[in-house]
């Protein structure tokens, strides 16, 4: 699913764009928080967080555009 499909999705509140974003950029976030956060939490921790970011996404759908879907 690209990006543009993924907004509408998550838009109308379909479930199957969030798990596309997840499927798509967990890994990508995850790896972004561990850097952020280096060694000062746990990796419970870091995933928690990763989790959190795709929950705001999840609970914040309109202001999501396909040019700032990474930038949230």
Do not use: H
Request: aromatic content about 6%.
């Amino acid at each position: 699913m690209n990006d543009k499909e993924i907004v509408r999705r998550l838009k109308s509140w379909d479930v199957r764009g969030l798990e596309s974003l997840i499927d798509k950029n967990d890994t990508y976030v995850g790896m972004i928080i561990r850097r952020i956060i280096l060694s000062t939490l746990s990796e419970s921790d870091a995933e928690e967080l990763v989790v959190n970011a795709f929950t705001m996404i999840w609970c914040n759908p309109k202001m999501l555009t396909e040019k700032n879907l990474l930038q949230v």
